[in-house]
């Protein structure tokens, strides 16, 4: 279970520093208004979402399994954290998160961490499509300005106040809103470089300061920004604490559980390498114990901080712990301009944050699937959204054990399944590894891992969507993929349409019997082509070469 940095410096190159010096920077400065946004709608003050960020960000990227994993607060958590604190107050929330910590511990030393991948993607999709309406929910109030004291923390009841205080809009806010949104939206045809999400809440601050408009700001409802870390302070456990407290700690490990390893499979597929599940767990735990300590809230891994993390280049820890020094030196010396930005400008951060989590095109895709699917994603995300996400997460649990088991005696490939469920300290040494092969020039691989863990391919095929500058040839390895179900097909097809809009030639690898069979049942094996469906990774390089013209030049 040794951390991943503790074999970064084996062959480390000054190469290797600069392309994860300048990605942790880059990846730093798309973390600061995300940090700010994600800490404020918890319901906690913004300086306690940097401090989640820089403490949680270094120790899960110093400790963690994963060689690009980004850690700090997410929007999956602002939902759970937000109802802890209405509920038991800031107190509550920092021992559930201690106590979320211990039993991520507990789950890492106890190798559990390679058995969560394994929980099926409607849980999964009907979490954080859950999560993603209840966001977008919170933040009418800041985009329209109204007025309104108390939001109530129900679903409905919180539309029905909406209405009830129409209006009272703030068309500055709403303008500052709009004007946010559009820029964030098409900032990226101009460069991917600098986040949409800085460059439309410094316009926006500027705006407002300058022209000294109406609008509510950071400052204006939180009072003036720390600008430092906090010193540590003890909390005071007993046993009436634990078991009042025990299910918001259950549900927030589960979450942080699932967020981080999704995260890291995501990455393990975009660099063709194998992280360690229980180790990542236990560097997830260690931030969830110590964080809180200092002020902050539950830490998980990124997922597009962690694609942000490698598209500019970062391939090892060190990259994450740039990311944490520099919001750091950005809190430091900068910290207390963060009063200025208006309320209306995060509002609209947090609306794209809640557009990207929600996932509708899998979720549309995924009502296509068996009805044994349709039921778990209509519950879990019905559950989220109008009881309460503690509710959700067990219910949804209790019916991920049962799909799991229904589609396990489905599949027969038992040599797949027991080696995903080591971690990759127990692997032999993969000859096949992408690492060992010779990748030319516009060629990407992307490798699935698991029977079902295709929310990995989605999140991929979201990933891809933001490159700059995309690649010729995309190769999709499916040789640890002994079964496929109609969601999985359905991506499959999202993954090939998005691919020819760009101009990417597509290649399949290493692909099993079942699947194929599915594949030409469903007549995606006919679009794709006979010729791109290639039975090893060696056929798949080969044939990348031969469409990209190298095997003439050779000759």
Sequence with gaps: MLPELFSTFKNYTKE?????????????????????AFGIASGVSPEKGLITAIIGGFIVSAFGGSKVQIGGPTGAFIVIVYGIIQTYGLTG??????????????????????????????????????????????????????KIENVPSEFFEKWQVYFHYLSSINYYSLTISVFSLLTMIFWPKIT???????????????????FKLPVETIGSRFGEISSSIPEPHMI??????????????????????????????????????????????IAQGAANIIVPLFGGIPVTGAIARTATNIKNGGRTPVSGIVHAMTLLLVMLFFGSLAGLIPMASLGAVLVIVSYNMSEWKTFR??????????????TTFGLTVVFDLVIAIEVGMVLAVFLFMRRMAAVTNVGVITRELKDSEEQIIDPMAIDKKSIPEGVEVFEINGPFFFGAAEKFKEAMQDIEFPPKVRIIRMRSVPAIDATGINI???????????????????????????????????????????????????RSRTVLGLDNEKK
Excluded at 247 to 261: D, G, K, V
Excluded at 365 to 378: C, E, Q, T, W
């Design 16 to 36: 290797k520093f600069l392309k994860d010096l300048s990605a942790g920077i880059i990846v730093g400065i798309v973390a600061l208004p995300l940090a700010i």
């Design 192 to 210: 991917h470089k600098i986040p949409g999400s800085l460059v439309a809440i410094i316009i926006s601050t500027v705006i407002v300061y300058y």
């Design 236 to 281: 005071d456990i007993n046993f009436n604490t634990i078991r009042n407290l025990l299910q918001p700690a259950i549900a927030i490990a589960l979450l942080a559980a699932i967020e981080s390893l999704l995260s890291a499979v995501v990455a393990d597929g975009m660099i063709g390498s194998k992280h360690k599940s229980d180790t990542e767990l």
């Design 492 to 542: 499959l097809k999202d993954v090939y349409k998005d691919s020819q809009k760009h101009k990417i030639h597509l290649i399949l690898s290493g692909v099993h019997a079942q699947p194929l069979f599915a594949l030409q049942k469903d007549g995606l094996l006919d679009l794709i082509g006979e010729d791109n469906v290639c039975g090893n990774i060696d056929l798949a390089l080969e």
């Design 93 to 146: 929330l920092t021992i559930a998160t201690v106590m979320a910590g211990v039993l991520l511990l507990i789950m890492g030393f106890a190798r559990f961490g390679s058995v969560i991948k394994f929980i099926p993607y409607p849980v999964t999709v009907g979490f954080t499509s859950g999560i993603a309406l209840t966001i977008f929910s919170t933040q009418i109030k800041d985009i329209f300005g109204l």
């Design 365 to 378: 895709a995924i009502l296509k699937s068996p009805m044994s699917d349709v039921a778990v994603l209509l």
